[in-house]
């Protein structure tokens, strides 16, 4: 700590101290121009003036040079007598606290010490605000993503690969909880893809937390006895560290489980911790989401194929009651023809009248042409189902 002690002759003798011992180097002058050359010089941690020399005629200087000399870091500290009236002029803005004359180090160090804590505990707090904005700007962007996709496996992929880079994990694994079966199975697994592992809900750090329904942070997964490792011997990976929360979904239903593995920077962090549970419950109820999408694509699907078959059966019957009327339609008409062909046969039917009868023939025969084309149309037209 570099200490500056401007003080006037009257004011008593710098304090002594043992820099060695303390780790303070101080600097002391007897006027205000020695103390002003001193601060153009070089920079100090904490600058003390007493009242007199802050009276001085060239005292505004002071007050400039210590602004525009010193780092905004340096503390200013103002010494008076304790039975000294001080002058208005001798204060102004930018002194952080007031010492007794005469000085004594122990005082000095007591109240840096004070603002040098409590600069600290300001400090501490900022890295605070800004670490809880940094996860509250992640969870956002998570919570933008995830909830963008409704196609199952996407949503899974887009789960895995958010979580990994939040957390700084090497990859992350996405267990979707068979209650019937007993089961964990790997929906998603990323380097493996796809239901690609299938578990019993019991074995392993992620059946643990599937049947506690609590998060475990594993340091040394071969240490641990929780772990599975033949997972590890069946897919060639390594595992060192482990992060896994279960995923509850509002109505208290385990949907699964999301496992990180292996940190990249040392290990998973109760950060990490924090910021899993929060996305835990999200991606539950994304996932719930992506479910009853699916099922209402499947519903919808057999729907239309149930329309499509009543709507083909139904037509069907249209055409089978239209030939039904077509054939009552014809059966007159091939009456006549039968009945014009046997009066072609007499053998007394002169030339005019055999033509009348074949004119006629040929008529009903075009009648019964029109009909048969109007079947086929229909058929054609309408029995044909996108």
């Avoid at 385990?254 to 419950?281: A, H, W, Y």
């Avoid at 539950?284 to 059966?313: C, F, P, W």
Wanted: aromatic share 6%.
């Amino acid at each position: 700590m570099k200490l500056l002690i401007v003080q006037s002759a009257s004011g008593g003798k710098p304090p002594k101290t043992d820099v060695g011992e303390s780790g303070w180097e101080i600097t002391a002058t007897h006027s205000l121009k020695d103390g002003l050359r001193e601060m153009g010089i070089r920079g100090y941690d904490a600058v003390v003036v007493d009242t007199t020399t802050l009276l001085d005629p060239d005292q505004q200087e002071f007050r400039s040079v210590f602004r525009s000399a010193q780092s905004p870091t340096c503390f200013l500290l103002v010494a008076s007598a304790l039975d000294e009236e001080i002058p208005s002029e001798a204060l102004f803005e930018g002194v952080d606290g007031w010492l007794p004359l005469p000085l004594r180090f122990s005082d000095i160090r007591s109240l840096l010490d004070r603002h040098l804590a409590m600069d600290g505990e300001l400090l501490r707090n900022r890295a605070e605000l800004r670490r809880v904005d940094e996860e509250i700007a992640i969870l956002v962007a998570i919570s933008n993503i995830v909830t963008s996709n409704l196609e199952f496996i996407p949503l899974l992929a887009a789960i895995a690969h958010q979580t990994s880079s939040a957390l700084q994990a090497d990859r992350t694994t996405i267990f979707m909880y068979d209650a019937e079966g007993g089961k964990l199975q790997a929906a998603f697994a990323e380097g493996l893809g796809a239901y690609s592992i299938t578990i019993p809900a019991t074995h392993g750090v992620a059946g643990y937390v599937a049947t506690q329904r609590k998060m475990v942070n594993v340091s040394h997964a071969y240490e641990d006895s929780r772990f599975y490792s033949e997972i590890d011997r069946g897919t060639g990976y390594h595992t060192e560290s482990i992060l896994c929360g279960p995923m509850i979904s509002p109505t208290g239903t385990l949907i699964g489980v999301v496992q990180c593995l292996n940190k990249k920077t040392g290990t998973f962090t109760e950060t990490d911790e924090r910021m899993l549970s929060v996305l835990g419950p999200l991606f539950a109820i994304a996932i719930e989401n992506a479910i009853l999408y699916e099922n209402l694509q499947e519903e919808v699907k057999h729907n239309e194929r149930m329309t499509a078959e009543n709507i083909r059966s139904e037509r069907l019957a249209m055409v089978g009651r239209m030939a039904r009327s077509v054939t009552r339609d014809i059966a007159g008409p091939m009456a006549e023809i039968v009945d014009r062909a046997t009066q072609l046969a007499r053998e007394d039917i002169g030339v005019g009248e055999r033509d009348a009868i074949s004119r006629s023939i040929e008529s009903i025969v075009d009648h019964l042409v029109e009909l048969a084309q109007e079947l086929l149309n229909f058929s054609s037209e309408h029995m044909t189902l996108e």
